[in-house]
Each structure stands twice: as C-alpha cells, then as structure tokens.
C-alpha cells in the first residue's frame, strides 16, 4: 500500500506535461527556379552587401545601423526579455519578509503609557512540483530568443532597404543624366533644324517635331529630381541622419549601376536550411515555443500547489529586549491546495492556451511557406531578368547606331525627319529601360539575400 502514493505522484508529474502537435513541415529537396544557382551551403558574409564593392553603400548601412532608432528600440527589448527572466525565476523561490511595529497606548488611570514592540519575520515557498517553473522559465527564454531574432529580423530589414534604397537613387540619377544628355543634344538638333528652317532646307513641321522632342526630354528633368530628392529623404530617414548630409550621395558613381554590373553568383543551398536563418522563421519559431509553455503552465495551475511557510518573531514592551533571543519564538506551516471546482474556468484557460498553440503552429508553418516562395520569386526575378538584361544591351546599341545613320541620311537628304524622330524615341526609351532593368536586377541580389536570411550570425 505505500507504493500507491508514489504511482499517485508519477501519475501526476506526467499529467503536467501536455502533449501537443508538432509543425508538419516538408521542405523540397531543392528550390524550383535554383538553375545556375550553387547548392552549396548558404555561404553569405555577415556584412552581405560587401559583396557588391559599393564603398559609398558600405558606409551608409553601417552608419544606419548604429543610428536607426527601431535598432535600438529592439536591443531594449532583448533587456526586458531578459530582466523578465529572472522576474520569472524569482516568482517560484522561496520569499522572505519582515515586519517592525512599534505601538503605544495611554492609559488615564495610571497616566502612563503602554508601551508594543514586534518584530515579525516571514519565509514562504510555494514549491513548484509539477513542472510550473520549468514551463515558466522556458517560456521566459523564449521570448529571449524571440526578441533577439526580432533584433536580427530589424537588422536585415533596415540593411535591405538601405541597399535598395540606395541602388533606386542611383538609376533615377543616371536616368537624370540620360533625360539631361538627351535634352542637350535636342536642343543642339533644334538648333540645326532653325538654321535649316531659316535657309528654306527643312519645313516648318520638321522644327516643331524637333522642339517636340527637346520639351519631351526637358519634361522629364523635373520628374527625376522630384524621385532624386524623395529618395534622399527617405535614406536619410533610415539612417537616422539630417538629409542635408546626403546631397551629393551618388552623383559621382551613377554611372556605376550600369557600367560595373556584373552577376553574383550566390550560394542558396536547400530549402530546409532557411529554416534556422530567417528571422522571421526562427521568431515564429520561438513565439510556438513561449505558446507551449503557456500550455505547461496552465496544466500546472490544475494541479496542487504545496506551499512552506515559516513565521515567527518576537514583542516586548521595551525596544531595547526586542532582539534578546529569549523572547523568540518560530513555527512552521505546510499546505496543499487542490483546485477543485471553479465552473470550468482552469480547464477552459488550458484549453483556450492550447488553441493559442494551434495558432502559432499553423502561422510557423505558414511563415515557412512564404519564405519558399520568397526565396523562388527572387529566383524567377534574377534568372529572367539576366536574359533581359542582355537582349536591351544589344537593343540600346542598336538603337544608338539606327540613330546615328538616320540623322546622317536626313542631313544628305536621303531620310525624312520622321525616321529620326522615331530613332531618337525608341533610343530615349530602351536607355531608360535599361538602367531601370539594371538597378532591379540589383535590387533582386538584395532580395535573395534577405529571402536567405542574410549573412546568419
């Protein structure tokens, strides 16, 4: 019969541990548009945006990391986390108080007045027998964990905008030195056109379509120092800085986008590797974690609660006897509380935790979806866009040749005006196509990247 008290307890330490369902993931043995990409591991440097050789960028994602107030709004958050862990700690060891009192009373009949002195230490410990500081402190760590992957996940953000942000600056500068290029040249045609005009060799119609075409340029200007400046607002917003210290941001190296582009070549691995990368992963991760130990805890809170408590303490009526050891006296207390009927309540907050968990399994398992097809969507936008890039290369030489010999053939009279024009328009247009192709395709490296999870630290 002794036994039965022991298979009571084992019966019990089991029973406050829930079971719960584990995520049903199935990652891919390899991504779907992966061709030409390395399945090596994911090799990404910490300080990723290197690997582009932008020293301008270098400097300005380093300076936005040191400045950016959400970076520091997240630290301050990993030291709550933290502080909350021992708060959590704390809540499960023993307690310890005391009390001095001090009282007088005046009686008339004697005219003195009684003196009450008390001294009333307290030690209490509600001792978590079954699992209730395991769960607590596991869910505790979690949100450590939670809040030093959000960190990371700020982190990645603000360095994928920077950079893109950044790259979008560069093409609307170089798309602002082809507008005001090409208005300079239109406006040397018009030149042309008016002397031509004047000497009875070009009609009325040829310098109004040639006007036409400098005010379509000229048009233009204004549009791109409008995006110029939004831009530089918007960096200088992400690094915390006054946008007057970023005037002359990329005027000297927008030609670069275009003129230094070259393809990356990065490892992107297998799909289960971003699993313990990204960041939004690995907090969706923890947040399930933190959910499960809810569950703990509120299993716990069905079960008994044994508490110790130790009080005692000393009165006299004299301040000065209050510590002789002779007037002490001590007891001890133990109790077991047994949560017996409360209309459903505990039994509802477990259940109500356990559909918590069930939502943050299905938004984990969700969260993993979507980074598949992150990482796929870069895939597609890089492999395309190279084919792209290549075929608006030859577009654009072609075209500048076409509009060269066109106006060539219009001043020997072998060509009407119109043939120029329409060279001049189709070279406008693939010039400006092509720096935006090429500050995209540099903005899907960045893509890729972030999908990957950066440069995992």
Known sequence: MRKIPYILLAVLLCGCNPRLSAPQLTPPREYLFGNGFSRDSISLDSEWWQMFGDTTLNHLITHALSQNKNIEIAASRIEEARHNLIVTRSTYLPAFSGTISAEGKYESVTDNIAQNYKLLPQASWEIPLFGSLRHATQGAQAAIKYEEWQYRGVQLSLEAEVATTYFTLLQYRQDLAIAQRSSELRREMVSLIDSLYHYGYASGSNLEQARSLLYTAEADIPLYEK???????SLATLTGDSPDNYINIGIGNSGAVTNDYRPYDIAIGVPSDILHRRPDLMSAYYTMRQS???????????LPSVTLTLFGG?????????????GWVADALASITQPIYNFGGLRRREMAAR?????????YEQCY?????????????????REELLRYAGLVK???????????????????YLDV??????????????????????INYINLCKALGGGYR
């Open 227 to 233: 995006a110029i400046a939004q831009t530089l607002l």
């Open 292 to 302: 499960a130990a809810n569950v703990g805890l509120a299993r716990s809170a069905r």
């Open 314 to 326: 000393t009165a006299t009526d004299h301040v000065s006897r209050l510590f002789l050891s002779k």
């Open 398 to 416: 072609s075209y500048r040749n076409i509009s060269i010999m066109t106006y060539e053939l219009y001043r020997n009279g072998l060509s009407d």
């Open 355 to 363: 559909e918590v968990y069930k939502q943050s399994l299905f938004a």
């Open 421 to 442: 024009i329409d060279a001049e328009r189709s070279l406008y247009s693939s010039q400006m196509q092509f720096e935006n192709l090429v500050a995209q395709q540099y």
């Open 369 to 385: 979806i979507e980074a598949l097809s992150d990482v796929e969507s870069a895939l597609v936008a890089i492999t395309s866009s």
